[in-house]
């Protein structure tokens, strides 16, 4: 399962609604929205969360482009919940980076973003579900 | 019969906990207490050594009692958030287990299966007081007419809550790794290819039951740290083997003994009982659980100052071995050598990848120490040894 948050600014003359039920019927995407503005005569955006299998993501989103839609990757960032993370250091057998790594002798488990390459790897891995995806700038596309 | 320079009693060590006047150190400071003391007046001197870990604990689980509804019923059948728990018990009792998965879970239809949620999940819900969903069901009985029942509850609505583990706090377990060319999504965490990590979970040095090789203080009745509250050894636990190599200083080289605990859940924090989603393989639970052993003669004290460097484990392979059950060793390595973060497997450097919690197995020891210096926590001695 692959899965991406997208950005999508819809010119004027495309009907928002219509275009992205299409990625479910025809590519058998399944989506989530995050956010929208829309409206019939001025431009408008989607924060949309998109998920199916990689070959049918990239189907879709060279569809949407075929249909004058803009797409862009949302930025993402991984996140550490540390109230929930428990030290217990399973994350690190997959990360690939380093990004996470354990701080000898304490044993604790050190997160550093600046290493982080968004692998997304950790996320199912952390048995306690401490690590997550977030997009860098929803809030302020959100408004 | 061994006769001891130091000798002491679970009554007396007792009488000072209880006086506020018992010496307490945790089993990570009682190594260099040893080394500098020698055995006997490091004996003499400190009462209690103080252990913990905290990693998943696949058998854990909850009896509980969902209280009587009107019309009565006798449940066959019984869900918490959709968890299903064993119903072949009494009327409105139940045994909700650690890895029962959700009953819409896809499991490992697409493998590696996700896992989101199952009773390690419900347990700590309940721990942390948030609503769950219950819903039961039966056929239906003259004596016992309803045959359905759904309601939203918190702990606080069910008039029992225990729980009850058959098999935690292994002494001793194995080093996991793949020799095979698949990545392999185990109970031992994920395992790359081509022996791409090493995987271990124990606490070392601070693991309770590697404080007491030989069960010589810990038996049935031996009053313990469980997921935040005192709780205690009822039984010895299941696949317990005491009959196993071991190195000079008694340690068990391979998967040894178990207990099997009990304690009031509802006296349990969330803090130390946490729902787990092991990718591939299922849900569990990761328990704290800390055990005191009381400093009786020299010889305990020299259980107690153990550490990395003399505990020993086995590799084992789980990308072809495991499944066929062949517990072939790929080599022998210490505790200290996994801690380094890197292991040498036939001349190649690996990367080692802890699943249990240091830091919680040491907040864990601090908390029992300072509650048996408070007077809080008192010694159980066993009624009887395994
Ligand atoms: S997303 Fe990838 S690189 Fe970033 S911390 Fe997780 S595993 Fe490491
Ligand atoms: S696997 Fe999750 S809980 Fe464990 S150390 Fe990594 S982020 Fe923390």
Redesign the interface.
């Known amino acids: 399962?692959y899965s991406k948050i997208l950005i999508l600014y819809f010119p004027p003359v495309v009907a928002q609604n219509a275009v992205v039920c299409y990625l479910t019927k025809k590519f058998d995407l399944i989506f989530n929205i995050l956010g929208a503005r829309v409206s019939n005569k001025k431009d408008g955006y989607m924060v949309l969360e998109l998920r199916g299998t990689k070959s049918n993501y990239q189907k879709g989103v060279s569809f949407l482009k075929d249909q004058g839609v803009r797409v862009s990757t949302a930025e993402q960032e991984i996140w550490r919940d540390m109230e929930k993370c428990?030290?217990?250091?399973?994350c690190?057998?997959?990360c690939p980076t380093g990004a996470l790594s354990?701080k000898?002798?304490?044993?604790?488990v050190i997160f550093d973003q600046e290493k982080c390459s968004v692998c997304e790897l950790c996320i199912?891995?952390c048995?306690?579900?401490a690590m997550g995806l977030y997009s860098k700038n929803t809030d302020e596309m959100m408004v | 019969m061994t006769s001891y320079k130091i000798n002491k009693t679970y009554g007396e060590i007792n009488d000072k906990i209880k006086k506020g006047d018992a010496v307490v150190v945790t089993a990570e400071e009682i190594i260099d207490i040893v080394k500098e003391q020698g055995p006997v007046t490091a004996a003499e001197n400190v009462d209690v050594v103080t252990t913990g870990t905290f990693a998943p604990m696949c058998s854990s689980g909850v009896f509980i009692n969902i209280g009587q509804f009107k019309p009565v019923i006798r449940t066959t059948k019984t869900w918490f958030n959709n968890v299903p728990a064993y119903s072949g018990v009494a009327a409105v009792d139940c045994f909700l287990g650690a890895t029962a998965t959700s009953e819409d879970d896809p499991l490992n239809k697409l493998h590696p299966g996700e896992f989101n949620y199952g009773g390690g999940h419900v347990i700590h819900d309940l721990v942390a007081g948030k609503k769950i969903n219950l819903r039961a069901e039966s056929y239906g009985t003259d004596c016992y007419p309803n045959r359905r029942i759904e309601k939203t509850i918190t702990i606080n609505d069910l008039p029992q809550a225990v729980m009850c583990n058959p098999r935690n706090g292994y002494q001793n377990y194995n080093c996991a790794i793949n020799r095979s060319d698949k990545i392999k999504y185990t109970y031992m965490g994920t395992l790359k290819p081509g022996i791409g990590n090493a995987n271990y979970s124990t606490s070392g040095q601070l693991s309770p039951l590697l404080n007491d090789p030989f069960f010589k203080t810990i038996g049935i009745g031996t009053r313990i740290f469980l997921g935040g509250a005192q709780g205690y050894v009822t039984w010895s636990g299941t696949q317990c083997k005491k009959d196993v190599q071991r190195s000079l200083n008694g340690v068990p080289l391979t998967p040894a003994g178990t207990i099997f605990v009990m304690g009031n859940l509802k006296e349990m924090s969330p803090e130390w009982l946490v729902g787990q989603s092991i990718r591939g393989y299922g849900v569990s639970l990761s328990v704290g659980l800390g055990i005191p052993i009381p400093i009786l003669n020299e010889e305990m004290v020299k259980y107690t100052a153990i550490s990395d460097d003399e505990i020993f484990t086995q590799i084992i392979d789980y990308g072809y071995d495991y499944q066929q059950g062949i517990s072939k060793s790929y080599g022998q390595v210490s505790y200290a050598e996994l801690k380094s973060g890197f292991i040498t497997i036939k001349g190649e450097k690996i990367q080692t990848v802890p699943l249990s919690s240091m830091i919680k197995a040491r907040k864990i020891a601090d908390l029992l120490k300072s509650s048996i210096k408070r007077g809080k926590f008192l010694l159980g001695e066993p009624q009887q040894m395994f």
């Open positions: 399962m428990t030290h217990c250091g399973a690190t057998a997959v354990i000898r002798p304490e044993m604790e199912f891995t048995p306690t579900r």
